[in-house]
């Protein structure tokens, strides 16, 4: 795993501003930062523009004005042939999963491997011990479509964690899984944050939130992040 | 290295379906006009090479046969003394009678007409020089001698054979042309159908290269195999040609053959064609990719 220094700030807002087309802003003059190692929740009523927070922080949205910082690089400035390297050091778990149908569960796991060039007998090693461990075993060559939601979600979380990332962003992701399987899940950021990553994660889920009252929570109202406790 | 694991459902694609056709399509018409290139070329060679080493004197009648005579004599020490020259042998009178027969009959009557002379010229074209400098000395040295190297005659036939050369090589570009621009437009279609795999790809940390080489890759699978289907239509339909072509041989036409580097031309059809397919679908990937924010 890279060295990293605990004095940086991982990812770092700077009077950000989001709006969807002539609307009004869905974002406000956001100012905030996640340190290198840190844990955090976002939490805020649905439409409130958690998405969209993180979508800026995993480069698949740019802000309407504001300044994003990620691994001390300018996201504004960055060539685009620099992005790979970047997204490379990022987990994402997406709401809505974004799986890819034509793949089974062990290929879409191993697609962050694969585009990194890991060799395949590296692969065929870890990702099914990763999936057994989400309790996938089973599915390894199940494709998406034939899987229940909450599997789709472990799959997800599975592919967003394979490759040790610097940033972990998850956004809802234990919206469709129960209590027992979201604790597990939460337990394994919480691991992978223990080992040096750094962790978000947005949910509306507050009783899930209430158990983790160690960690920071960050609070989205009105287009504006609070720091709750 | 190509057609191998793919993180892009590329497979079920309607490109998939047509495209191989089309460059079988295409691989057949390029593999016909190369054809036509080498044979047309190997006629051009053949008529060059029978002409090139030989050239013949005419020498008009004088008044009596003692004449004529004498100024074919004169012809052939002429010619003789002229450096590079191999042979010289005046064609004799009963010689030139038989080659009139079929057109003029064997009437008795020939014999009377005042027939030129031909003289046959052997020469080693490396060394004989500038064979218009010959025939004027020839000219202005024997009353009624001419120098005929065969060339004028032969000049627009090999025109028109070079012109049917450039036409059938401008069908192969064109035909490249085509391929190229087909598998560009196919592979515009799959990047807009792919949309959503391509972004996944990208927010995993895929570069435009790892996403264009899949694209490269099958663009490759599926234009080897439509070349393959191309060149094996191409050999039913070129022994047809060439069954054809026999009968026609004999005479003026050579016998016409496809050198070896024609057949190893026309082989390397497909392989040609799919990396073609590839080097634009390439290029295609990457180019639009570029422009994404």
């Given at each position: 795993m890279r060295q990293r220094t605990k004095a940086e700030d991982i990812v770092r807002l700077e009077g950000i501003g989001l709006r969807y087309g002539p609307g009004p802003e869905v974002l406000q003059d956001v100012h905030m930062a996640l340190p290198t190692g840190s844990f955090h929740f976002l939490t805020g009523a649905s439409g409130a523009g958690k998405s969209s927070l993180l979508r800026m922080m995993f480069l698949g949205l740019r802000p309407t004005r504001g300044r994003v910082m990620l691994f001390n690089h300018d996201t504004a400035q960055t060539r685009r042939a620099d992005l790979p390297a970047l997204r490379r050091r990022i987990g994402v778990v997406f709401q809505d999963f974004r799986l890819l149908d034509h793949l089974s569960a062990l290929d879409n796991v191993a697609l962050p491997l694969r585009v990194r060039g890991v060799k395949e007998s590296e692969i065929r090693k870890h990702v099914p011990e990763l999936l057994s461990w989400v309790g996938l075993a089973d599915h390894l060559r199940a494709r998406p479509p034939t899987l229940s939601g909450g599997q789709k979600q472990r799959v997800a979380?599975?592919?967003?964690?394979?490759?040790?990332?610097?940033?972990?962003?998850?956004?809802?992701?234990?919206?469709?899984?129960?209590?027992?399987?979201?604790?597990?899940?939460?337990?394994?950021?919480?691991?992978?944050?223990?080992?040096?990553?750094?962790?978000?994660?947005?949910?509306?889920?507050?009783?899930?939130?209430?158990?983790?009252?160690?960690?920071?929570?960050?609070?989205?109202?009105?287009?504006?992040?609070?720091?709750?406790? | 290295m190509f057609g191998g694991r793919s993180d892009l459902p590329l497979k079920g694609d309607v490109t998939s379906r047509y495209l191989p056709w089309l460059v079988a399509l295409m691989v057949f018409l390029a593999a016909v006009s190369l054809v036509a290139v080498f044979v047309?070329?190997?006629?051009?060679?053949?008529?060059?090479?029978?002409?090139?080493?030989?050239?013949?004197?005419?020498?008009?009648?004088?008044?009596?046969?003692?004449?004529?005579?004498?100024?074919?004599?004169?012809?052939v020490a002429f010619m003789r003394g002229v450096p590079g020259v191999v042979s010289v042998k005046p064609m004799s009178r009963d010689k030139m009678v038989a080659l009139l027969t079929p057109w003029l009959g064997s009437s008795t009557v020939i014999r009377d007409l005042p027939l030129p002379r031909l003289i046959d010229v052997t020469i080693n074209p490396d060394a004989v020089g500038d064979l218009v400098r010959v025939g004027i000395s020839l000219k202005q040295s024997v009353p009624g001698a001419t120098l005929d190297d065969h060339r004028r005659w032969l000049a627009r036939l090999i025109t028109v054979s070079r012109s049917l050369e450039a036409l059938a090589l401008g069908i192969v570009v064109l035909v490249g042309m085509v391929t190229a621009s087909t598998v560009v437009y196919a592979t515009r279609s799959n990047l807009a159908v792919h949309g959503d795999?391509?972004?996944?790809?990208?927010?995993?940390?895929?570069?435009?290269?790892?996403?264009?080489?899949?694209?490269?890759?099958?663009?490759?699978?599926?234009?080897?195999?439509?070349?393959?289907?191309?060149?094996?239509?191409?050999?039913?339909?070129?022994?047809?040609?060439?069954?054809?072509?026999?009968?026609?041989?004999?005479?003026?036409?050579?016998?016409?053959?496809?050198?070896?580097?024609?057949?190893?031309?026309?082989?390397?059809?497909?392989?040609?064609?799919?990396?073609?397919?590839?080097?634009?679908?390439?290029?295609?990937?990457?180019?639009?990719?570029?422009?994404?924010?």
């Open positions: 979380i599975a592919r967003a964690v394979v490759g040790r990332p610097d940033l972990l962003l998850a956004d809802e992701p234990t919206g469709n899984v129960d209590d027992q399987i979201g604790m597990r899940l939460l337990y394994l950021f919480e691991e992978l944050n223990r080992l040096g990553a750094t962790v978000l994660v947005a949910t509306h889920n507050e009783t899930l939130v209430e158990r983790f009252t160690h960690y920071p929570r960050l609070h989205l109202e009105n287009g504006l992040v609070q720091k709750v406790w | 047309l070329n190997g006629v051009v060679e053949s008529w060059n090479r029978d002409v090139s080493g030989t050239v013949t004197v005419q020498v008009v009648p004088a008044g009596d046969k003692a004449g004529t005579d004498r100024r074919v004599q004169q012809a795999v391509i972004e996944v790809l990208h927010l995993v940390g895929a570069t435009d290269d790892y996403i264009a080489r899949q694209f490269a890759d099958r663009a490759f699978s599926l234009g080897f195999g439509g070349g393959l289907i191309g060149l094996a239509l191409t050999v039913p339909a070129m022994s047809v040609i060439a069954w054809l072509a026999h009968g026609a041989q004999g005479g003026f036409i050579p016998r016409l053959t496809l050198p070896l580097i024609g057949y190893l031309a026309v082989a390397l059809l497909p392989v040609a064609a799919a990396l073609l397919a590839m080097i634009a679908a390439r290029a295609t990937v990457r180019g639009t990719l570029a422009r994404l924010p």
